[in-house]
C-alpha cells in the first residue's frame, strides 16, 4: 500500500520558517520524482517545487530563493524548508511522487498540510 503523508503544516507569521515533511512508502522511493504542490482557496493547485530521482530542483518564480527542496533517500522523506514566508505563501501543501520511468501508472499524492502566514 502506497503512503505518502505530509506533516509540519502551521499558523505562522510573514518573515517566519516552516519545515515540511513528506513520507514515503509503499514505494521504492529512490526511483520517484517528488514534488511539493500548493492549493489555495480558490485557485488552482500550483507547482511549488520538484527533486529528481539525481537530486536536480526546480521552483516556481514566487518561491525560487526562499524555498529549498531535498529529499532523504534512507529515510524515504521529502522536505520542503520555507523561509520568508509570505501570506501569499497561505495553501494546503501536497506531497508528490512520480516514478521516473512508468509516470503513467505510478503517480501518487499525500493528504495535504495547511500552511497558513499570517500576523
Known amino acids: 500500500q502506497v503512503r505518502l503523508v505530509e506533516s509540519g503544516g502551521a499558523l505562522v507569521q510573514p518573515g517566519g520558517s516552516l519545515r515540511l515533511s513528506c513520507a514515503a512508502s509503499g514505494v521504492t522511493f529512490g526511483l520517484y520524482v517528488m514534488s511539493w504542490y500548493r492549493q489555495a482557496p480558490g485557485k488552482e493547485r500550483e507547482l511549488v517545487a520538484v527533486?529528481?530521482?539525481?537530486?536536480?530542483?526546480n521552483y516556481a518564480d514566487s518561491v525560487k530563493g526562499r524555498f529549498t527542496i531535498s529529499r532523504d533517500n534512507v529515510k524515504n522523506t521529502v522536505y520542503l524548508q520555507m523561509n520568508s514566508l509570505k501570506p501569499e505563501d497561505t495553501a494546503v501543501y501536497y506531497c508528490?511522487?512520480?516514478?521516473?520511468?512508468?509516470?503513467?501508472?505510478?503517480?501518487?499524492w499525500g493528504q495535504g498540510t495547511q500552511v497558513t502566514v499570517s500576523s
Open positions: 527533486i529528481t530521482v539525481a537530486g536536480s530542483t
Open positions: 508528490n511522487a512520480v516514478h521516473q520511468i512508468m509516470a503513467r501508472n505510478l503517480n501518487y
